[in-house]
């Protein structure tokens, strides 16, 4: 009996150890299993994935060096039409907005005053006139007596001057005619050039002075733009340099070019004053604030945007993305310009042209990060799939 107990209790015994060393291999076997998916997992939450828009391949373009100018449009031609006399404005046709031409009547002031001094003037030039016929005479009768021995020589040479005398007053009113009748046409304002009105500074029944001011005409088919340039840049500006100016709520740019430059430099800051002349378009008016950018010169250069370069450290680096993974490049730059209406600066060392950089909206990266594109299996990947 004791001996049957225990074959049964080795029995047991052994079935105990079978079963926890299979237990032990299945657990092992499961840890086996899920460790590849772990670091799987692990490595895809380290991944940077990028939209195509992301990268930037570097390529050799036409650079544009220049300058950032501003300044206000202004008309080439424009006028302020003045009273040339003082007298009550009667009428004023014409206001803000109108377009006027050349010679085109504008305003009327009152002419009664004007015409009473030219009336005056004709009956003292009239009277003048009088006096001169009656020195002429006497002049004539002088001569004849001269002749016959009657009067002395020096009675001639008197109604000599009499009549030279009143040949001056005759003159003399004559040219007060013509500035009367002339104050007279002035009363009637014309426009000197053709254009638009930008200002009316007067209304009907105003008394006005002399050169009192009346209305503001522009032109519009010219328009420039005065620019302030700094004197380091100066030097380097051409007459004829091309640009390309922005206005303030328009996204659509307009050509321009450098037409003068002032000889002479501000008082306050040294800059020279160049003027560019603008391209006539219909959004354009005379006072508008513009911003843009004068062309210097262009040159065939490797080219990274002004915005995927980064600062943060004491040299300027780039953010490479090679081999499916990220890498900081430190950078040597050159000229900066545009290039295709973009900012952008010269290359000089760290990149090579078809090298893909990350832009600036993918954010500040550590180097070494692995890197998916969308729609694209990362470089690692793909290598791994393709030696199996």
């Given at each position: ?12 015994l052994?079935?105990?150890l ?9 657990q ?14 692990s ?13 930037i391949?570097?390529s050799?373009?036409?650079l ?36 006027v ?34 020195a ?43 500035l ?17 009105v ?7 029944g ?15 088919s ?5 620019a ?8 380097a500006?051409r ?9 303030d ?12 430059i ?7 800051s ?10 006539p ?6 006072g508008?604030?513009?911003r843009?950018?004068?062309?210097l ?19 300027p680096?780039?953010i ?10 430190a950078?040597q730059?050159?000229a ?53």
């Open positions: 009996m004791t001996i049957h107990w225990k074959r049964w209790a080795v029995a047991a052994a079935v105990l079978l079963g926890a060393g299979v237990g032990r291999a299945i092992s076997r499961r840890a086996t299993a899920t460790a590849p998916v772990a670091g799987a997992a490595a895809a939450a380290q991944m940077l994935e990028l939209a195509p828009q992301d990268l391949t570097l050799r373009q036409p544009a060096h220049g300058l950032e100018v501003s300044g206000s449009l202004k008309a080439v031609n424009s006028a302020f039409v003045k009273a040339k006399v003082a007298a009550e404005l009667l009428s004023l046709g014409v206001r803000e907005g109108d377009s031409r050349a010679g085109q009547v504008l305003a009327q002031l009152d002419t009664t005053e004007f015409d009473w001094r030219l009336r005056q003037a004709e009956q003292q030039a009239a009277a003048a006139r009088s006096q001169l016929e009656i002429q005479r006497q002049l004539t009768n002088s001569k004849a007596l001269v002749a016959q021995g009657f009067i002395s020589p020096t009675a001639l040479e008197t109604s000599i001057s009499t009549e030279t005398g009143a040949q001056a007053t005759l003159q003399a009113a004559l040219a007060a005619v013509e009367a009748r002339k104050s007279r046409a002035d009363a009637t304002i014309t426009a000197p050039i053709g254009g638009l930008s200002q009316r500074l007067a209304q009907a105003e008394r006005v002075a002399v050169d009192a001011k009346l209305l503001e005409i522009v032109d519009l010219q328009l420039e733009v005065e302030a340039i700094p004197p380091e840049d100066a030097a500006l007459v004829g340099s091309p640009a390309r100016l922005m206005i709520g328009s996204s659509e740019p307009i050509a321009a070019k450098v037409v003068r002032n000889p002479s430099a501000q008082a306050g040294r800059a020279v004053p160049a003027y560019l002349a603008v391209q378009h219909p959004s354009l008016r005379q508008l604030f513009v843009g950018w004068i062309e010169d262009r040159k065939d250069a490797l080219v990274i945007p002004a915005s995927a370069l980064r600062s943060d450290q004491a040299q680096y780039a490479r993305v090679a081999a499916g993974r990220t890498e900081r490049r950078l730059l050159g900066r310009g545009r290039a295709q209406g973009t900012e952008v600066v010269e290359v000089l060392g760290g990149l090579v042209e078809g090298d893909q950089v990350l832009a600036a909206a993918a954010g500040l990266v550590a180097g070494g990060v692995p890197v998916r594109i969308s729609g694209m299996l990362p470089v690692a990947a793909s290598a791994a799939a393709a030696s199996r």
